[in-house]
């Protein structure tokens, strides 16, 4: 299928910003007037916003059905369909796999190759480049997508993926692709603040058997060790340490550790730091934060257990030095912007198209061709305002 998208007239009038969908959320839209007189927007025409997406705990969430930011929570978005995308500062989610339920998928259909030199931004280009001059990339003829994309989850606590002679690295464990083995990788190891946000520890797996294929599925069970050195709060140094052993059965389930009490503890709240889980073939390790839990839980980059992890006296206790599980895909993939090109320490905008469908898995589903045009406020250039403007497909 072919996008059949009319041409834009930058001369068709652009009526005044209208405030939308929040105090400081802003809406532009091209209007012509009919043969009875009326405004009504163009068909196949552009609409842009302005969005106050300023909050770094909050994300604002907007429709395409109706050009706006709804009035609608973090809780209520994770069970709602009425959203597209969320914003938060310059991080964007879709609603659709592991962001939401809505089945929204996107691709990138202009990728703005020369704004690029060997991958490394171009200065020249992205600093002369406008919001008129780029909007020909959104009024382009593109070709559906083959291929769309969902959110994914993105944490820290997993392997690198490399393969290691026939063995794949999943971070606590080896997967062997000849025969399907799992085993024990003790060789890595994280560090991980606590859901309460003021302790920390050191951790790795010590144990790991993994047992499937019996008759009896009682017999059928990951069961696996964690070791930790902890840090208390205010203090300096490890001076703790804590054993989490659990068992899962294969056909999935989650367990939580709360290295503080040295304990298992349900999985909601603030107390628990750690999570192990089965989901079908999917092994995974999660920190109490972010879109994985209600804490300020968070985990560091995957370290070299030996002459490296093992050798700190100490948690790094920054903040930075940790981030939370979260979700991204399209947008991380496939940033929209490039960073502090000129030293004032801003986001430049390299006007890629993002197609985006409202529901995959209805081909009668709505498709929008979205660019993102800016980060600043029209007032006085305040940050976290992200511009957004999109066509319909007809």
Not at 25 to 45: P, W
Not at 231 to 254: H, L, N, R
Request: a negative charge; glycine letters at 10%.
């Amino acid at each position: 299928m072919k996008a059949s998208l009319r041409k834009l007239s930058l001369m068709l009038p652009i009526i005044g910003l209208v405030a939308c969908g929040g105090g400081s959320d802003k809406v532009a839209t091209n209007l012509e007037t009919n043969d009875d007189g009326q405004s009504g927007l163009v068909n196949g025409g552009l609409s842009s916003l302005q969005i106050d997406a300023t909050d770094y705990d909050t994300y604002r969430y907007f429709s395409f059905d109706t050009g706006t930011v709804l009035d609608i929570s973090d809780e209520q978005a994770q069970s709602s369909v009425a959203w597209h995308l969320a914003f938060r500062r310059d991080s964007i989610k879709l609603n659709g796999g592991a962001s939401g339920v809505g089945g929204v998928a996107g691709a990138l259909v202009a990728a703005q190759d020369d704004f690029y030199i060997d991958a490394e931004a171009d200065v020249n280009v992205f600093l002369n480049a406008t919001f008129e001059s780029e909007v020909e990339h959104l009024a382009a003829t593109y070709n559906a997508p083959s291929d769309l994309q969902a959110d994914v989850l993105i944490t820290n606590l997993q392997g690198s993926g490399a393969v290691v002679g026939s063995s794949i690295d999943g971070g606590w464990y080896w997967y062997d692709f000849t025969n399907h083995q799992l085993s024990l990788n003790d060789s890595h190891g994280w560090l991980l603040r606590a859901g309460e946000g003021d302790s920390y520890a050191r951790f790795r797996a010590t144990q790991f058997d993994y047992q499937v294929g019996n008759d009896n599925d009682s017999d059928n069970f990951l069961a696996v060790t964690f070791e930790f050195d902890t840090q208390s709060t205010d203090a300096d140094a490890f001076d703790g340490s804590a054993e989490f052993v659990t068992q899962i059965p294969a056909a999935g389930g989650e367990v939580c550790f709360d290295f503080n009490s040295e304990s298992i503890v349900t999985c909601n709240g603030l107390l628990w730091d750690l999570k192990v889980g089965i989901d079908g073939r999917d092994f995974f390790l999660r920190a109490n934060g972010g879109v994985s839990g209600e804490g300020s839980g968070a985990a560091s980059r995957i370290f070299e257990w030996q002459g490296e992890l093992a050798d700190y006296a100490s948690a790094f206790t920054d903040s930075y030095f940790y981030s939370a599980d979260s979700t991204g895909g399209l947008f991380s993939d496939n940033s929209w912007y490039a960073y502090n090109l000129d030293g004032t320490h801003k986001l430049h905008p390299n006007y890629r198209v993002y197609w985006i469908d409202s529901d995959s898995a209805d081909e009668a589903a709505d498709k929008y061709l979205l660019q993102i045009s800016g980060y600043y406020n029209d007032e006085g250039g305040e940050s976290g305002y992200p511009n957004i403007r999109w066509m319909k497909v007809d």
